[in-house]
């Protein structure tokens, strides 16, 4: 049985047997069987981090260690409501940042406690519901998930794709219908403003092929 630890781009935390591109961090989720309680946050740093860094080694859902959450990719993360860590994917945080500064024009930088603090809000209510909010789907940028009933789809070069655990499969033109928005609003203002997440490759065939591929 796989462990309850990839997250899918509504923020939910499953069981799937599929691997994912990046790793995340929201606190100890997990008991000592490796089960998760109630729930699904325990600080609001949540980051998203790479799969290897410094030859670093570690259990998964150790005791008394943080639960190791998986996505397909960056693009799953930032609909989740994470964001890049700062130590290994500093890069990655450095641009996230700027662009967080110049699409929520905000004057000064913020502190990664800052960023989480305001990121949290609009991500989840205080009583732990999902914040969502509506736009026209082809005003969004490129990288923003977006929720059609059940189904989340990725914004991709005029496009939406369908997401699953294992990639993008359909593909449906964008228009000027209202949608919901997965992607929480501050980090939709990055996106416009130029950061690009690294996306599973199956949306890269599909925009090339211009129809269903990738991994199945």
Known sequence: MPLQNRVTPFGDIVSDPSRGALMGNRGILHDDNQQLGTSRWKHHNWVTCVLSFK??????MALGHYTELFFLDEATALAAGHRPCAECRRADYERFVMAWVEGNRMATRPAAPTL?????CHRV??????VTYRAPGDTLPDGTIIALATEAWLVWRGQRHRWSFIGYGDSQPLDHTEVEVLTPQPTVAALC????PAVHQSVEVMTVAGGPGGER
Do not use: F
């Open 116 to 120: 989480d603090s305001d990121l949290h």
């Open 125 to 130: 209510t205080r009583n732990g519901q999902r």
């Open 55 to 60: 030859g670093r080694k570690r259990a998964l």
């Open 193 to 196: 403003a130029g950061y690009r």
